[in-house]
């Protein structure tokens, strides 16, 4: 407790009580003026007090948010910083799970239509293969044979081309209709095809055919049949 004699001494009296208790206190004026003066006093000594923590405390701009220690950023704080991660995670996730397998069947497709998988390097395996089998076998049964299973190539990669690209649109796009995902499919694996073609004229141990672009397209639809198939008995009702 601080005493002054009058009230002109009752700032310095507060200043030189706060500078020594440090807010630990509290502090009283009694003054010799009466109990007006001593309200004038508590009234002085609790502005002071506000003006010294308004001084002490960090001043918080409008619009800016105040760095804290262990936060993330001044701008993203710790549960910003989480839910972008679990964004992230689920993004990639989805990406891994969707996309990548049919971006790998993608590269597939295009290294099959360069030298790699001509006519010439598969006979190299298939011939051997068949004579093997059938040491009388006759050479026109042999291309028979061979072109045959090369055209079953292009059928089978290209119905997996069509069910790869079904399951990520699907599950990218859930709310998407069945129909929509469907044409989405066939004109994607059509423009592939004949883009596919159009790379073996480039090539030359490859020949390009309108033919095979036909063939892609019908893989592309039995692959689109297979989905559909498959889609609807999921939604079916179960009956136990």
């Given at each position: 407790?601080?005493?002054?004699?009058?009230?002109?001494?009752?700032?310095?009296?507060?200043?030189?009580?706060?500078?020594h208790c440090e807010g630990g206190c509290r502090l009283r004026l009694v003054c010799a003026g009466g109990s007006s003066s001593r309200r004038r006093g508590d009234l002085d000594a609790k502005k002071w007090r506000r003006s010294r923590e308004q001084i002490t405390s960090p001043r918080q701009l409008p619009g800016r948010s105040t760095f804290r220690r262990g936060s993330f950023s001044p701008v993203v704080n710790g549960n910003d910083s989480h839910t972008l991660t679990a964004s992230l995670n689920t993004e990639l996730r989805s990406f891994?799970?969707?996309w990548l397998p049919l971006l790998t069947w993608l590269g597939v497709i295009f290294i099959g239509s360069?030298?790699?998988?001509?006519?010439?390097?598969?006979?190299?395996?298939?011939?051997?293969?068949?004579?093997w089998l059938n040491p009388h076998i006759s050479?026109?049964?042999?291309?028979?044979?061979?072109?045959?299973?090369?055209?079953?190539?292009h059928l089978i990669e290209y119905g997996i081309l069509a069910a790869l690209l079904w399951r990520a649109l699907r599950g990218t796009l859930a709310s998407t209709r069945n129909l929509a995902i469907a044409s989405l499919v066939f004109m994607v694996s059509a423009l592939f095809a004949a883009s596919d073609e159009f790379h073996q004229s480039f090539i030359p141990s490859r020949t390009a055919s309108s033919k095979d672009v036909m063939i892609d397209i019908c893989g592309t639809l039995v692959g689109l049949f297979i989905c559909w198939i498959f889609s609807r008995a999921r939604r079916a009702p179960r009956i136990f």
């Open positions: 407790m601080e005493t002054c004699d009058n009230f002109g001494n009752v700032a310095a009296a507060a200043r030189h009580a706060i500078a891994l799970k969707y360069t030298g790699v998988l001509s006519a010439e390097q598969t006979s190299r395996f298939l011939v051997p293969f068949l004579r050479i026109a049964t042999i291309l028979s044979i061979h072109f045959a299973l090369r055209k079953l190539g």
